[in-house]
């Protein structure tokens, strides 16, 4: 008996969950109907909005990470908005919808995980990843010679991942095939080396060179993160996050618009911030 009263509970739940989504797609619609709807969203392309995408992800993960459910369900709601309007306008270009999405999603689940919906064992993570690799091989069509290279992998971080992620990723998986230092002083070699071409590439006024020169170094500093286990991203996010803190405590000591400042008194006013923060 509680069994059949739990479906039909599970039933009810999913029953509002769709009227829910189906709501929230009709909303979508109207702000997109030429009659009635808003300029805003009208004007808007799948392009236009790949900063919105960008930014509700990033903003997804740090309500994540700051464990607060209210946030976390929000910010969760803006990126399936998301989802929705790219369906949206989609379907009104008569491309895809949001079922062909869902089924497309619900598909490759389903083929990607044989050990689940299929007959395959697996006896732990690391078959189960070698065994997602060379479906998604096969359904891309290569052959597993070429999934297999380290280039292509590579790759894929690069054209898919931000750079920042995509660089520490690369590292990794370029020293795990056998490119690397012998130790970390080498890393650091190679970092005053980039350094010095950079400020060379700068005083020769080429844009280019020294662009190109100034990856080479953040590249290298991203090297030196691996080799003392640390986290790029996460150490410049909290170096973000200080800066922030301390042109807030700045603000709290002014008197007049910060611009009116001298440099030095504004070395002073940033040395009393950092002190009265401790950091």
Same mark, same amino acid.
């Given at each position: 008996?509680?069994?059949?009263?739990?479906?039909?509970?599970?039933?009810?739940?999913?029953?509002?969950?769709?009227?829910?989504?189906?709501? %929230?797609?009709?909303?979508?619609?109207?702000?997109?109907?030429?009659?009635?709807?808003?300029?805003?969203?009208?004007?808007?392309?799948?392009?236009?909005?790949?900063?919105?995408?960008?930014?509700?992800?990033?903003?997804?993960?740090?309500?994540?990470?700051?464990?607060?459910? #209210?946030?976390?369900?929000?910010?969760?709601?803006?990126?399936?908005?998301?989802?929705? %309007?790219?369906?949206?306008?989609?379907?009104?270009?008569?491309?895809?919808?949001?079922?062909?999405?869902?089924?497309?999603?619900?598909?490759?689940?389903?083929?990607?995980?044989?050990?689940?919906?299929?007959?395959? #064992?697996?006896?732990?993570?690391?078959?189960?990843?070698?065994?997602?690799?060379?479906?998604?091989?096969?359904?891309?069509?290569?052959?597993?010679?070429?999934?297999?290279?380290?280039?292509?992998? %590579?790759?894929?971080?690069?054209?898919?991942?931000?750079?920042?992620?995509?660089?520490?990723?690369?590292?990794?998986?370029?020293?795990?095939?056998?490119?690397?230092?012998?130790?970390?002083?080498?890393?650091?070699?190679?970092?005053?080396?980039?350094?010095?071409?950079?400020?060379?590439?700068?005083?020769?006024?080429?844009?280019?060179?020294?662009?190109?020169?100034?990856?080479?170094?953040?590249?290298?500093?991203?090297?030196?993160?691996?080799?003392?286990?640390?986290?790029?991203?996460?150490?410049?996010?909290?170096?973000?996050?200080?800066?922030?803190?301390?042109?807030?405590?700045?603000?709290?000591?002014?008197?007049?618009?910060?611009? #009116?400042?001298?440099?030095? #008194?504004?070395?002073?006013?940033?040395?009393?911030?950092?002190?009265?923060?401790?950091?």
């Amino acid at each position: 008996m509680s069994s059949e009263i739990e479906k039909t509970a599970n039933k009810n739940n999913d029953r509002k969950v769709l009227e829910a989504l189906s709501k %929230l797609i009709e909303v979508v619609a109207q702000l997109r109907n030429p009659n009635g709807g808003c300029p805003w969203d009208l004007a808007q392309t799948p392009e236009t909005l790949i900063p919105y995408i960008i930014e509700e992800a990033y903003e997804t993960t740090t309500a994540i990470r700051s464990g607060n459910k #209210e946030s976390i369900k929000e910010e969760l709601g803006d990126l399936l908005l998301q989802v929705i %309007l790219q369906a949206q306008i989609a379907k009104e270009e008569n491309q895809f919808n949001l079922q062909d999405i869902a089924n497309g999603i619900t598909e490759k689940l389903i083929r990607r995980h044989p050990h689940v919906f299929g007959t395959t #064992e697996v006896e732990g993570i690391d078959e189960v990843r070698k065994n997602w690799e060379e479906i998604k091989a096969q359904e891309k069509g290569l052959t597993p010679q070429t999934a297999q290279l380290v280039s292509y992998k %590579l790759n894929r971080y690069a054209q898919t991942l931000p750079p920042l992620m995509a660089a520490s990723k690369i590292s990794y998986k370029a020293a795990s095939t056998g490119l690397e230092w012998e130790n970390v002083d080498g890393v650091w070699d190679k970092f005053h080396e980039e350094l010095a071409e950079f400020k060379e590439a700068l005083q020769s006024e080429d844009r280019a060179a020294a662009s190109a020169e100034l990856g080479d170094v953040l590249f290298t500093l991203i090297n030196l993160a691996r080799w003392y286990d640390l986290n790029p991203s996460e150490a410049l996010h909290g170096t973000n996050q200080r800066f922030i803190q301390r042109l807030s405590k700045i603000e709290t000591f002014a008197d007049r618009p910060l611009a #009116e400042y001298t440099l030095d #008194e504004l070395e002073n006013l940033w040395k009393r911030a950092k002190a009265e923060l401790n950091h």
